[in-house]
């Protein structure tokens, strides 16, 4: 493992902490920051999209945009070390492009590795730039973690597919203009053989979007709905009855996006810890009891520092991180839900309080509630831990009865 820049690296950093200095977004941060004040969904979704696109924009404009996306399709044609570079150097406005990072991180490379020529010019430069916002329509009720268990059906009519069934937990759905989506294709093949993978216009009719009203008070998850949908064939991506592998490129993207760049919660908490008082009027960094469990997390968000570095140093090597990126996220998000919900006990009982601001409480309370779902989205921990053991640690893999049995003759209940 390197901790330093080669010769080629720090000249790259350099030239993109001079672009950032000379553009620094302060203003459309303010804008993002003002916009948790905003109660109206649709309102605070604008606001956000507004600063969102701004930055995005004027990074598209200076070349910075998708880095590592080739030039013809809205990137720079850099290496995986160099986005890793501009990465720790956006720092902090890395948040405006929060909007973009699942079409960004996931549906565009998918898109990149299945779509037509004409289709990746057509589409990916305006998702570099930021003008349009995909989303990615993959999970189902009743699937589950078992994104093979889907049931939103796609029947050939003609050079058209016609889809009906729902999807579920689509983050930004209520916003995006396009998204790819999986659906089933033959119920007579093995769960994983009878997949076919498209992407479609949201606001084609028959796309129903429903917000879910999470326990934050947000609403950024939604569910959609296909009724007699129709798709031209002409957006399939990939082979007919092949969109299994076709997902795992999405797939492996997207658990590495969120693994990347997932906050643990320890700068908030020591933050929080050294201005709340306990029930004594003691500072709350001065009690033993606390200062061990922010040990504890400090060491084990340093061993995650330390573990993405190894994933960059292969970068600056030229090599390509393994299944180890999932170990990112399996410490994130329940270490984050755990150090919120340890700030909320310190509090008393002030801390059951919905909190919904800029200050670290309110920061803490709103890690709480996202952590949720961050240990769900991308695979569940147990999906993570199954991920480690069989593709890290090379233990067996579970017993699967019904991988190689059809689709619609595995015993499902109510079916």
């Not at 050939?156 to 203009?177: L, M, V």
């Amino acid at each position: 493992m390197n901790f330093d820049d080669t010769p080629q690296e720090a000249e790259f950093r350099a030239l993109a902490h001079k672009w950032i200095e000379a553009n620094r977004p302060d203003d459309l941060m303010r804008d993002l920051a003002a916009a948790d004040e905003i109660k109206d969904r649709d309102a605070r979704t604008a606001q956000i999209l507004r600063a969102a696109k701004a930055w995005q924009k004027k990074k598209a404009d200076g070349g910075w945009a998708c880095l590592t996306w080739p030039k013809d399709y809205g990137g720079r044609s850099a290496t995986p070390i160099q986005r890793v570079i501009w990465d720790q150097e956006e720092g902090k406005y890395g948040a405006l492009s929060q909007p973009f990072a699942i079409g960004q991180g996931m549906c565009g490379p998918t898109v990149m590795a299945y779509a037509s020529e004409d289709q990746k010019r057509r589409y990916l430069p305006p998702l570099a730039s930021g003008e349009e916002v995909w989303c990615q329509l993959f999970s189902e009720p009743a699937g589950g973690s078992d994104l093979a268990g889907l049931r939103t059906k796609a029947e050939k009519d003609g050079d058209d597919w016609i889809i009906n069934g729902q999807k579920i937990w689509t983050t930004g759905a209520h916003f995006c203009d396009y998204g790819i989506l999986i659906t089933r294709t033959d119920p007579t093949l093995p769960k994983h053989k009878g997949l076919t993978m498209f992407f479609l216009d949201m606001k084609s009719p028959g796309v129903e979007v429903r917000p879910i009203k999470q326990a934050s008070g947000h609403s950024g998850f939604n569910e959609v709905y296909f009724t007699n949908v129709r798709i031209p064939d002409s957006q399939r991506l990939g082979k007919v009855n092949d969109g299994w592998n076709v997902s795992l490129t999405t797939l492996m993207n997207e658990r590495f996006s969120i693994g990347a760049r997932l906050a643990t919660g320890v700068p908030e908490f020591f933050d929080f810890a050294s201005g709340a008082k306990l029930a004594d009027g003691s500072l709350a960094i001065d009690d033993p009891a606390v200062r061990a469990r922010l040990a504890h997390w400090a060491a084990r968000a340093n061993g995650l520092k330390y573990t993405a570095w190894r994933a960059i140093s292969a970068l600056s090597r030229g090599e390509r991180p393994g299944p180890e990126n999932s170990i990112g996220k399996l410490v994130a998000a329940p270490m984050m839900q755990d150090i919120a919900m340890y700030a909320l006990e310190l509090q008393g009982p002030t801390g059951a309080v919905a909190r919904d601001d800029a200050s670290t409480e309110g920061k803490l309370y709103q890690m709480l509630y996202s952590a949720i779902g961050m240990r769900i989205a991308g695979g569940t921990d147990e999906v993570m831990r199954n991920i480690i053991a069989e593709r890290v640690l090379g233990l067996p893999g579970d017993i699967r009865v019904d991988k190689d049995a059809p689709f619609n003759q595995i015993p499902t209940k109510g079916r």
